[in-house]
């Protein structure tokens, strides 16, 4: 009996973001409105993190919200239909409820359904897991056009009187269209996990412990801030120069480089490792939005091409890096 060849699927050779969409919290919380609890002051968290000010948003608008807000821009601005998504994925740790997922809930609301949809949990990495992903499943024919969001809505993880990560927090979300090109526009992707950090960055409890011993308050944020700034600075840029090595380019080539906005200090040291020179776009979005985790790339993606729009078209270095602790980074081609 001959056994029958299966089908598979080809999809187009090469990929690329086609469009940017973005959405802040409405408001804006300066560093004098939460140093009191931290003991602290608005040029203590300026000089160690280089936020001024970050965008929060109000209690009626959830992190599902946000993502609608900037998937809508993104598809709007696509031109693409709705009906033609094949996948929507969202990367982000502060779904407010275990399942379903996000990314089912948004599909709908944008028009996406039957799309596939699920979440990704990568923390600050997140966004960049899920271009990997669409970048994958548009090359193997599994879909012609991807939406991917980075969503977050921290302030309700945030402790007010956590001085290791809490100031820094914001709320965002911003989204991609992935999808088919002529040439290369999403690079191999540079991806990986260092568990042996496992607690370096996350939740100061379990949600079982957190019920028994807080009448039901919900774990918050927290981190061990010298050993993920280390880990950062040394290790990261190292991820950074593989990533631009396996697309075949030098800084010397970019026209913007946009690292997760996790503190000021790292973004400049990395921009130092690389030798990125000046004529590169270099994102800072952390200053006035926040660490918004998963949210912070495309963010900062969006700000950059709506302040320098002659950097589009070209190429930009995207790296995330956060809780797990996991990283990854590629190569761009800008909208």
Not at 161 to 169: A, C, G, K, N, Q
Not at 186 to 199: H, L
Request: glycine letters at 8%; one cysteine or more; charged letters at 20%.
């Amino acid at each position: 009996m001959t056994t029958p060849t299966l089908n598979q699927s080809v999809g187009s050779p090469f990929t690329r973001i086609l469009a940017v969409g973005a959405a802040r919290g409405d408001l804006n919380v300066p560093n004098d409105d939460i140093v009191g609890p931290i003991e602290s002051s608005d040029e203590w968290i300026r000089q160690r993190t280089g936020v001024i000010t970050r965008k929060r948003a109000s209690d009626a608008i959830s992190a599902a919200d946000l993502a609608t807000d900037a998937a809508k821009e993104a598809i709007a601005r696509a031109k693409v239909d709705p009906s033609e998504l094949g996948a929507v994925i969202i990367a982000t740790i502060s779904n407010e409820v275990q399942t379903p997922s996000m990314a089912a809930l948004v599909a709908d609301r944008v028009g996406a359904t039957p799309a596939a949809a699920y979440d990704i949990s990568a923390a600050c990495a997140g966004f960049c897991y899920g271009l990997a992903q669409a970048d994958a499943l548009i090359r193997a024919g599994a879909a012609r056009y991807v939406l991917v969001i980075g969503a977050e809505k921290l302030s309700y993880l945030a402790k007010p009187t956590d001085r290791t990560i809490s100031f820094l927090l914001g709320d965002g979300a911003g989204a991609v269209i992935v999808g088919p090109a002529d040439e290369p526009g999403i690079s191999a992707s540079i991806w990986g996990s260092d568990g042996g950090k496992w607690d370096a960055v996350g939740m100061d409890s379990t949600n079982r412990d957190a019920i028994a011993a807080r009448e039901g308050e919900f774990p918050t944020l927290r981190q061990d801030g010298q050993t993920v700034f280390r880990w950062a600075v040394w290790e990261m840029a190292k991820v950074a120069q593989q990533a631009l090595d396996a697309a075949g380019i030098t800084s010397d080539d970019l026209a913007a480089f946009i690292p997760h906005q996790a503190n000021m200090r790292i973004i400049n040291e990395f921009a130092k490792q690389l030798n990125v020179p000046d004529h590169v776009v270099i994102a800072r979005d952390i200053e006035t939005t926040g660490n918004t985790s998963a949210a912070s790339i495309p963010l900062a993606m969006h700000r950059v091409l709506e302040e320098h729009p002659e950097v589009s078209g070209g190429y930009a270095l995207t790296i995330g890096f956060g809780a797990g602790l996991v990283y990854a980074a590629q190569i761009v081609r800008l909208p």
